[in-house]
């Protein structure tokens, strides 16, 4: 494992650790060379079915990019990193165990909507409002006004 501080190949593993999903493993390593101490996560490679954007396009199943949308949704929000690498492997082991070959866009976008619904409340608005692409304000208080009908009706 090649240091990100000094480009060293020589590095030892200080503690190791499982993910609770089972297939991650954290390990955390020190450089020989400068001593420095960074982590790595070990992954089971799985086949990832292609996603087929709007406009037709494949391209690979890409984890980053859900990442990336859910913490953009999340910032500033009372939810934990964990959370949202749990949220991230929980979609792409949805879709893997589907044995689909391709998945579109939507279809994955939808799952992360739904999912965020529960994870934190104004996470999925932010998320959805991007996503689903609100034509107007109506839109945005409808999809609103559904959230708050649901939270009178769970006593939440």
């Known amino acids: 494992m090649r240091c ?3 480009g060293s190949d020589q590095s030892k593993v200080m503690d190791s650790r499982f993910r609770k999903e089972g297939n991650v493993i954290r ?3 020190e450089c020989l060379k ?3 101490r960074f982590t790595t996560y070990e992954r089971i490679e799985e086949i990832l079915p292609h996603v087929v954007k709007k406009d037709g396009r494949r391209e690979p199943f890409d984890r980053q990019k859900i990442y990336a949308g859910i913490s953009r949704a999340c910032e500033k929000l009372s939810v934990s990193i964990d959370q949202m690498e749990d949220l991230v492997s929980e ?3 949805h879709f893997s ?3 689909d070959r391709e998945i579109s866009s939507r ?3 939808e799952y992360v909507v739904s999912r965020l619904k529960y994870l934190h409340p104004v996470a999925y608005v932010r998320f959805a409002s991007v996503y689903r ?3 107007d304000v109506d839109a945005f208080m409808a999809e609103l006004k559904e959230i708050l009908d649901e939270r009178k009706s769970s006593g939440a």
Do not use: A, L, M, N
């Open 4 to 6: 990100p501080y000094c």
């Open 27 to 29: 390990r955390r390593r």
């Open 34 to 36: 400068c001593e420095r």
């Open 91 to 93: 979609v792409e082991r």
């Open 97 to 99: 165990e589907q044995g």
């Open 107 to 109: 279809d994955i976008g």
């Open 133 to 135: 692409s609100f034509k």
